[in-house]
């Protein structure tokens, strides 16, 4: 079993839809990560936090909102998305910032119609 | 252009015969090395890794060899079982500062024959 889990595994959202992935990690890890996996392309860093503090911001755009109120829970709030923003999103922690080794849920499939 | 590159998409391989998925890099900063393998449904999961210090790392079945003159490296899986049937995903990784950010390639898919 993941120490990783993510909810909704599924999402459909409209255009004009407001939605939220939640990301919740039971290793007690430091460090966090949202990542974005779109067909043929590598996985795409987005967004990484230390202690509840995002250090990074993987120029994304303003319509994907990230919120880490503690090192446990990471959230993906999404707000008019666009169709091409349909992919899988993988949420990761690890136990500090800059190891490797990270543990990964099974991520969101999200469809923007 | 993708630093870190896996250019087969697909493997084929019987049960019990060695599995060798192929990774070229072009960034000479990288310097750690890791496998993920992914089964569907499923996050990528950790497998093994390797620093640049090294030319090779061996873990029960699996074994991953690093020719940094050649910016190749490849994860051996020997023997090939069934259940090693999963996406298979090259990373590395390069220090800046405190933070360590991976480059993933596009994955190769193995299938394990019975």
């Known amino acids: 079993e993941t120490g990783v889990t993510q909810t909704p595994r599924h999402l459909v959202m409209g255009m004009t839809n407001k939605k939220s992935l939640k990301c919740e990690q039971h290793?007690?890890?430091?460090?966090m990560y949202w990542y974005k996996q779109s067909a043929k392309k590598p996985l795409e860093l987005m967004f990484v936090y230390n202690f509840k503090e995002q250090t990074e911001n993987n120029s994304v755009p303003s319509r994907f909102s990230p919120e880490c109120p503690n090192s446990s829970h990471l959230f993906l709030h999404l707000h008019t998305l666009q169709p091409e923003d349909s992919a899988l999103y993988l949420c990761?922690?690890?136990?500090?910032?800059?190891?490797?080794?990270?543990?990964f849920g099974p991520g969101t499939r999200l469809l923007v119609l | 252009d993708q630093q870190v590159k896996q250019n087969s998409p697909s493997l084929s391989v019987q049960e019990g015969r060695i599995s060798i998925l192929n990774c070229d890099y072009t960034n000479s900063m990288f310097d750690y090395f890791l496998w993920y393998k992914k089964y569907p449904a499923e996050g990528p999961t950790f497998l093994i890794s390797i620093s640049s210090i090294k030319d090779k790392n061996e873990d029960g079945r699996f074994t991953v060899f690093l020719n940094k003159s050649a910016k190749h490296l490849s994860l051996h899986i020997v023997p090939s079982q069934p259940g090693d049937s999963a996406v298979y995903f090259c990373?590395?990784?390069?220090?800046?500062?405190?933070?360590?950010?991976?480059?993933w390639g596009l994955g190769t898919s193995l299938a394990v024959n019975p």
């Open positions: 990373a590395a990784s390069a220090s800046t500062g405190n933070n360590r950010k991976l480059i």
């Open positions: 990761a922690s690890s136990r500090n910032l800059g190891e490797e080794t990270q543990y």
């Open positions: 290793l007690g890890h430091n460090a």
